[in-house]
């Protein structure tokens, strides 16, 4: 009986998620309410509300969907004691890239984060969660980074933090162009091109080095 109750929340869930995922993909995160995705879903808003405290953590669950068969390749760049860190990154973003342009699911959710979520008044927990994953992956990419530098795999000056900074909105930018666009390239095919392209970056630009990095916050050098 237990398990059952367990398989019925698990089915309750998936199928608040998926109403949620067309609402905001045919109405924008701001103009759906909880009532729509209630009905879409065939449940009550009581239902919603037992398993999501609002639509700011249902958007966080569509997020976890995507980012959770990556998770392996994302941890192993990040642990010391990874041999390859800088080919587990590469790995990783060209399986991003190859998802985004063949997995319809993915491409919604994408497309729903970059080009359908309004950042209102309403929806300042929202924007307040975004703020924190953002901030979270810029910490995560750094590691990476330090853990490649270590190994030998990018220059021993590399700017770490200002090269995860460059690295994020690199990846960001060709998602949101890609997805507005989608006939400019054939992504499926130009992905590993693309990330190569990122990783030349990295090992190649001066701007990305100690020696070039920002004035402090007082002003000097």
């Known amino acids: ?7 019925e929340a698990q ?22 309410t909880l009532a729509d995705i209630a009905a879409l879903a065939g449940v009550t808003r009581g ?5 999501y405290s609002n639509k700011a953590d249902l958007v966080q669950a569509m997020l976890d969907s995507l980012t959770e068969p990556l998770d392996e ?8 004691h990874e041999l390859d860190p800088l080919g587990c990154v590469k790995q990783l973003l060209i ?3 190859r998802r985004l342009a063949l997995d319809p699911k993915t491409r919604r959710i994408n497309e729903i984060l970059f080009h359908k979520c309004e950042f209102t008044d309403e929806m300042c927990d ?4 975004r703020q924190e994953v953002s901030a979270e992956c810029n910490e995560r990419l750094e590691v990476s980074l330090r853990n490649a530098v270590n190994r ?7 700017d770490t933090r200002h090269a995860a900074l460059s690295m994020h909105a690199f990846i960001d930018g060709h998602i949101g162009q890609w997805l507005l666009l989608p006939e400019s390239q054939p992504l499926e095919y130009n992905a590993e091109r693309i990330v190569n392209s990122l990783i030349d970056m990295l090992r190649m630009s001066p701007a990305l080095r100690q020696s070039a990095a920002w004035p402090t916050d007082s002003g000097t050098a």
Not at 1 to 7: L, Y
Not at 126 to 129: A, G, I, K, N, P
């Open 73 to 80: 390749l994302a941890r192993a760049s990040e642990s010391e």
């Open 47 to 51: 239902a919603i509300y037992w398993h």
């Open 11 to 32: 089915q309750t869930r998936c199928q608040i998620l998926e109403a949620a995922e067309k609402a905001f993909y045919e109405r924008g995160i701001a103009r759906t």
């Open 1 to 7: 009986m237990v398990r059952r109750t367990k398989e």
């Open 95 to 97: 399986k991003l890239f």
């Open 152 to 158: 030998g795999q990018l220059p021993a000056d590399l």
């Open 126 to 129: 929202l924007r307040r969660q």
